[in-house]
């Protein structure tokens, strides 16, 4: 049974004169463990499509449906990381991780082993009791990465999680979440501006169109993981990464 299945879904804002076709319609399955990069030029409507699956905007037409039951109202089972983390200022890295379980009436001594194994993952186990204040702009993305994974999700909602940070760190975040990915294999929707970045990742890349954006191409990646350097250099890949860029030049966004 698919993970998240979309079926003839759609979204308007607005009526009459106002109204903005933001997205679709758009059919498409996602297997359990997959892992989705959503590439599509600003303003296509990615985001609206992430805000539809984890039920926090209703779609115009269509039906969503994870793990065959139709999404009605927030889904708080999932796990979901936006391009601003959702850290707050007043408690500590840990204290930020506990709360996503609080949100959830899950009790955090339970996932106190949990919560170090993804510090440890991220390389941050000796700021847990510092302050996002104290952190970098990479390491606050970090922490909310914990917060993301800490309830153990089948499904994680990634929206441009790493567009803020710079070249270095979100070569190594990547490396980290592709390296927690294989280890959890959760479902994955990842919403990202770089070709490269979603080729790396996924295993299927949806090219979304310009707006109302309609899912046109999905491209299975066929390449090995871990998808390190090694790989990034082989012609296959640079072939992938051709591939897309051609498709965005067709469309005139490129
Ligand atoms: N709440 C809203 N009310 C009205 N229009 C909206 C709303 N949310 C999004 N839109 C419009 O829908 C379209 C798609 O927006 P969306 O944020 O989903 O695009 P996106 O592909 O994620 O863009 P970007 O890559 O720039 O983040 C845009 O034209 C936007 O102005």
């Given amino acids: 049974m698919p993970q998240i299945e979309i079926s003839g879904v759609s979204k308007t804002f607005g009526t009459g004169a106002e109204a903005v076709h933001a997205f679709g319609p758009v059919d498409m399955n996602i297997m359990p463990g997959e892992f989705v990069s959503l590439l599509g030029p600003s303003g296509c409507g990615k985001s609206t499509l992430m805000l539809m699956i984890a039920g926090l905007v209703d779609p115009t037409e269509g039906r969503i449906a994870l793990a065959g039951r139709e999404v009605h109202g927030p889904q708080t089972d999932i796990g979901i990381m936006f391009q601003d983390n959702t850290l707050v200022p007043w408690r500590t890295v840990r204290g930020n991780i506990e709360l996503q379980l609080e949100l959830r009436s899950l009790p955090p001594r339970d996932f106190r082993e949990r919560i170090d194994e993804l510090l440890t993952s991220v390389d941050l186990m000796a700021f847990a009791d510092r302050?996002?204040?104290?952190?970098?702009?990479?390491?606050?993305?970090?922490?909310?990465?914990?917060?993301?994974?800490?309830?153990?999700?089948?499904?994680?909602?990634?929206?441009?999680?790493?567009?803020?940070?710079?070249?270095?760190?979100?070569?190594?975040?990547?490396?980290?979440?592709?390296?927690?990915?294989?280890?959890?294999?959760?479902?994955?929707?990842?919403?990202?501006?770089?070709?490269?970045?979603?080729?790396?990742?996924?295993?299927?890349?949806?090219?979304?169109?310009?707006?109302?954006?309609?899912?046109?191409?999905?491209?299975?990646?066929?390449?090995?993981?871990?998808?390190?350097?090694?790989?990034?250099?082989?012609?296959?890949?640079?072939?992938?990464?051709?591939?897309?860029?051609?498709?965005f030049r067709g469309y005139g966004v490129l």
């Avoid at 919403?191 to 490269?196: F, L």
């Fill in 131 to 247: 302050h996002p204040y104290e952190l970098s702009g990479g390491m606050q993305q970090r922490a909310a990465f914990c917060q993301a994974m800490v309830h153990d999700p089948h499904l994680m909602l990634l929206d441009e999680p790493l567009g803020k940070l710079d070249a270095m760190t979100r070569e190594r975040i990547r490396d980290d979440l592709q390296a927690l990915w294989q280890r959890q294999k959760p479902t994955v929707v990842f919403v990202t501006h770089s070709i490269e970045e979603a080729v790396q990742l996924s295993t299927k890349v949806a090219v979304v169109t310009p707006r109302p954006g309609r899912i046109e191409r999905l491209i299975p990646i066929d390449l090995p993981y871990p998808r390190d350097l090694s790989v990034k250099n082989t012609p296959e890949f640079t072939g992938y990464v051709r591939e897309i860029q051609e498709i």
